[in-house]
T-cell receptor, first 116, second 113 residues
Framework: AQKITQTQPGMFVQEKEAVTLDCTYDTSDPSYGLFWYKQPSSGEMIFLIYQGSYDQQNATEGRYSLNFQKARKSANLVISASQLGDSAMYFCAMREPYTGGFKTIFGAGTRLFVKA | DTAVSQTPKYLVTQMGNDKSIKCEQNLGHDTMYWYKQDSKKFLKIMFSYNNKELIINETVPNRFSPKSPDKAHLNLHINSLELGDSAVYFC????????????FGPGTRLTVL
C-alpha cells in the first residue's frame, strides 16, 4: 500500500499566485515527521519544510507553509506568491521509526510549472 | 564547502562492468543513505547506515554492496552492471536526533550501455 500519495502529477500556476500541492500519508505510528523537498531541473534535492506529528502549529518557512491536517492524514504544501524559479518537482516524504533509526519514504512527486 | 559530496557526477559504462560511487558528508551526521531515482523520478531508499552499521537494506540485488569505512563516508559498489541499473543515485545524510532532515548530495547519473 502507498504510504505517501501525491495525486497531482503536474500542476500549473500563474506567477505571483498561490498554489497548493497535495500530499496524504498513511502510518500507524504516532511519532512521525513530514517533509517537502524541491528538485529543480538541475537535479539537486532541496529541503523546504518539516512538520512533526506532535507539532501543534503548521510549519512555515518563508513563502512555504505546510497545511497539516492530522485527522485527515494530509500534509499539503502551500507556496505563496509563486515565482518562475519555483518550477520544479516537489516531493512529499514521511519519516517513521525503523529498527535502529528512521526510514523516510518519498511520494511520486508533483511537477509544478509556473507561468509568466 | 559542500555538505554532502558524491563522485563521480556522471558515470557511463558497459553492461557487465563493476563500478563504485563515493559519498562523503562533512556535517557530522550519524546516518547516511543511498537512494535510487529512476527515469520517472521515483525516489527509493536502497540502504541506510547509522554509525557505520547497516540499518536499512531494501530489496536490492546483491550486486549492490554498500560500505561505510567511517561515519562520514558511505560508498556504493555495483557488480555486473545491467541496463536497468541506469538511474540517478543520491547519497544523503541526517542526524538521528532532531527532525532527521536529510541533506542530499548532487546525485550520480549512471548510464549503462
Amino acid at each position: 500500500a502507498q504510504k505517501i500519495t501525491q495525486t497531482q502529477p503536474g500542476m500549473f500556476v500563474q506567477e505571483k499566485e498561490a498554489v497548493t500541492l497535495d500530499c496524504t500519508y498513511d502510518t500507524s505510528d504516532p511519532s512521525y515527521g513530514l517533509f517537502w523537498y524541491k528538485q529543480p531541473s538541475s537535479g539537486e534535492m532541496i529541503f523546504l519544510i518539516y512538520q512533526g506529528s506532535y507539532d501543534q502549529q503548521n510549519a512555515t518557512e518563508g513563502r512555504y507553509s505546510l497545511n497539516f491536517q492530522k485527522a485527515r492524514k494530509s500534509a499539503n504544501l502551500v507556496i505563496s506568491a509563486s515565482q518562475l524559479g519555483d518550477s520544479a518537482m516537489y516531493f512529499c516524504a514521511m519519516r517513521e521509526p525503523y529498527t535502529g533509526g528512521f526510514k523516510t519514504i518519498f511520494g511520486a512527486g508533483t511537477r509544478l510549472f509556473v507561468k509568466a | 564547502d559542500t555538505a554532502v559530496s558524491q563522485t563521480p557526477k556522471y558515470l557511463v559504462t558497459q553492461m557487465g562492468n563493476d563500478k563504485s560511487i563515493k559519498c562523503e558528508q562533512n556535517l557530522g551526521h550519524d546516518t547516511m543513505y543511498w537512494y535510487k531515482q529512476d527515469s520517472k523520478k521515483f525516489l527509493k531508499i536502497m540502504f541506510s547506515y547509522n554509525n557505520k552499521e547497516l540499518i536499512i537494506n531494501e530489496t536490492v540485488p546483491n550486486r549492490f554492496s554498500p560500505k561505510s569505512p567511517d561515519k562520514a563516508h558511505l560508498n556504493l559498489h555495483i557488480n555486473s552492471l545491467e541496463l536497468g541499473d541506469s538511474a540517478v543515485y543520491f547519497c544523503a545524510s541526517s542526524q538521528t536526533s532532531g527532525n532527521n532532515e536529510q541533506f542530499f548530495g548532487p546525485g550520480t547519473r549512471l548510464t549503462v550501455l
